[in-house]
């Protein structure tokens, strides 16, 4: 079946640095997915990639979808401790069926 | 809108007991979703619905589990008995089929114990 992996699986990184974390599928996804988990949370909907090589930002944060529609990078600048939490990419090749990468646990050393 | 609802937050039951997990998907969305997030295994999706009917229940673990969706506000997960590995964070989460700009909604979860 479809696999999703992330990586890396944990980044810690000093408050104001920048950091990207990669996402890779196994097949080729119509759409990829991108969520953030606060510590105790929920994962919380952030953007959706659609098209090949398609780049989307959100203040810091910046998204990219590969050429092939089998990976995707989240980019965030200057980061702050607000940016504490897990991020997940989620793949979705057929249906309405998203599959979850393992996801990137981030920590911020202030 | 007041989002996802699921219920109950947490529960703590013995090995063997019945636990029912409630969810209420936002009014609207037509498809409804049941994942599983532990530690190890991260999130895994169970089954989803679409239009009240189940589509894909290939992540349910084992005849144990059992999902259903009566009605378009309702839906409930079921573990029967319940065992000790089946601790976890269930979440629900709900969608509007094809629309770009919202993905997935997830609830706030149900933490459960099994002792």
């Known amino acids: ?110 | 809108d007041a989002g996802v609802i699921q219920s109950p937050r947490h529960e703590v039951t013995e090995m063997g007991q019945e636990v029912t997990l409630r969810c209420k998907p936002i009014s609207g969305h037509n498809s409804l979703f049941w994942y599983r997030q532990t530690m190890m295994r991260g999130l895994e999706l169970l089954i989803y619905f679409n239009n009240n009917v189940p589509i894909d229940d290939s992540g349910m673990p084992e005849d144990r589990f059992s999902a259903k969706m009566p009605n378009a506000s309702f839906s409930t997960l079921k573990i029967q008995p319940s065992e000790p590995r089946d601790s976890a964070v269930y979440f629900c989460a709900s969608s509007l089929g094809g629309n770009p700009n919202y993905g997935y909604t997830f609830g706030s979860g149900t933490r459960l114990t099994v002792v």
């Open chain 1, 1 to 110: 079946g479809q696999q999703v992996m992330q990586i890396p699986q944990y980044q810690h990184v000093q408050e104001g640095e920048d950091f990207t974390t990669y996402c890779n599928s196994s097949t080729t996804l119509s759409n990829i997915q991108w969520y953030k988990q606060r510590p105790g949370g929920h994962p919380v909907f952030l953007i959706q990639l659609v098209k090949s090589g398609e780049v989307k930002k959100q203040k810091r944060l910046t998204f990219q979808f590969g050429e092939a529609k089998k990976n995707s990078s989240l980019h965030i600048t200057a980061t702050q401790t607000t940016d504490v939490g897990t991020y997940f990419c989620a793949g979705q090749a057929a249906g309405n069926k998203l599959t979850f990468g393992g996801g990137t646990r981030v920590l911020v050393k202030p």
